[in-house]
């Protein structure tokens, strides 16, 4: 057998194929973790509460359907959604036998709500030994600030993040997407990651605190470094760098391009480009140090060369030297890049319930055993309740028992 059929068998799946996850998250932070696994093989199941589900679903316009949001579409696709009332003690012994039989849980309910069900890892640990038990909350799960709730904007002021965004001395500004949930989301992905490598190794789950606003602070890395060791207090920069000069965006003649000089080979080269290589000779400019301190002076002389040419002239310049001169694209600039296209990175997705196509962007990481390019479109509410309560035993009569209770919802029809 050669090495290239031996290499298709050993990768025939993708990594976490086998993987059963208990998803009870809303908005974004931990549907973003838990979309991340299921892009990888994992299988996601999204429980939901009865009547609306995940605020998102309602989080818009824009509306891809009815009952489909854009945003809830952005971070909930390969899952399937169960919906289940767990404040009724047969909605908790639902929730219980999956957990029975799952490999990871994860929530993000304020710390102290599964506790009052029963859910909490205390009340199921013993019901498998093998369950990692992931939560993420606003503060952690202890400590003077871990009832209060928390979202991504709220939680980038309070720690730090809106303090060091905006242009300078103007009004606070928050980034152009919920970084702080996006990050704590991926924190939270790979410290699953992590248990399950070590619960291969001792046989063993474990419990899972991922903070939002500890991450936030773990965000703040040079910024955080420069004020920790050298007392320095930053202040918004627009789009400028606390220690390295140039790194900013600067106007053209018709539009902004950003440039990229990161040390003093790349400025000597940035000044001959410009055609001025008195700058990189000038004392004042000669390492990277000394343009920091005169920084003022520097960007007057560079704010006024880069004015007199187009950008995409200065584009096309850096292509031939090792600083880099970027446009600052839209949306629909960046997804008609040369390079999204080569990646393919946008995948079109059908969901049969609602009849209708949705476009998603795909996993951005690439494997060379098994690409994760097979994916299912965000479900409808409790689309897939039926089938996982039948999986997990449930009878037919059973299942009509608790829907005419209703424990559950469905968006399908008994068999």
Request: net charge neutral; charged share 20%; glycine share 6%.
């Amino acid at each position: 057998m050669n090495k290239v059929h031996q290499q298709s068998l050993k990768f025939s799946s993708l990594p976490l194929e086998g993987v059963k996850v208990v998803d009870m998250t809303r908005v974004l932070a931990a549907p973003y973790a838990t979309m991340n696994l299921s892009d990888l093989g994992a299988n996601v199941i999204k429980i939901e509460r009865p009547g609306s589900g995940d605020e998102t679903r309602k989080w818009g316009p824009p509306f891809i359907s009815p009952t489909l949001s854009n945003y809830f579409a952005c971070c909930n696709r390969n899952k399937r959604s169960v919906v289940v009332d767990y404040t009724s003690n047969e909605g908790q012994a639902i929730i219980k036998k999956l957990l029975a039989q799952s490999d990871v849980f994860v929530e993000n309910l304020k710390p102290g709500t599964l506790k009052k069900y029963n859910l909490d890892f205390s009340s199921v640990k013993s019901l498998n030994k093998k369950l990692i038990y992931a939560s993420l909350s606003g503060y952690g799960q202890d400590g003077p600030y871990s009832s209060q709730g928390a979202y991504d904007v709220p939680l980038s002021a309070e720690g730090g993040l809106m303090g060091i965004t905006g242009p300078i001395d103007g009004e606070p500004v928050k980034v152009g997407v919920a970084l702080t949930d996006i990050c704590s989301g991926l924190y939270l992905y790979s410290s699953i990651l992590a248990a399950l490598y070590q619960r291969s190794k001792t046989g063993l789950g474990q419990q899972i605190d991922v903070s939002m606003f500890s991450t936030q602070l773990s965000m703040l890395v040079n910024v955080a470094s420069n004020y920790l060791n050298s007392g320095i207090i930053a202040k918004p920069l627009g789009s400028s760098h606390q220690s390295i000069v140039p790194y900013q965006a600067f106007k053209t003649s018709n539009g902004y391009i950003v440039i990229a000089a990161n040390n003093d080979n790349q400025f000597w080269e940035l000044s001959e480009a410009v055609g001025w290589p008195w700058l990189a000779s000038n004392p004042m400019f000669s390492t990277n140090e000394l343009r920091v301190v005169n920084r003022d002076e520097l960007l007057k002389h560079l704010t006024e060369r880069f004015e007199e040419e187009t950008s995409e002239y200065w584009i096309d310049i850096a292509t031939h030297y090792s600083f880099t001169a970027s446009p600052i694209n839209d949306v629909k600039q960046a997804f008609e890049h040369p390079q999204a296209i080569h990646a393919d990175i946008v995948k079109t997705v059908h969901n049969d319930v609602d009849n209708v196509d949705v476009k998603v962007v795909g996993h951005p990481v690439k494997f060379n055993s098994k690409d994760p390019n097979q994916y299912r479109a965000p479900p409808v509410l409790g689309q897939h309740t039926v089938e996982v309560l039948q999986s997990i035993g449930y009878s037919v009569e059973e299942i009509r028992s608790l829907l005419k209770k209703n424990v559950i919802q469905s968006a399908t029809n008994l068999p």
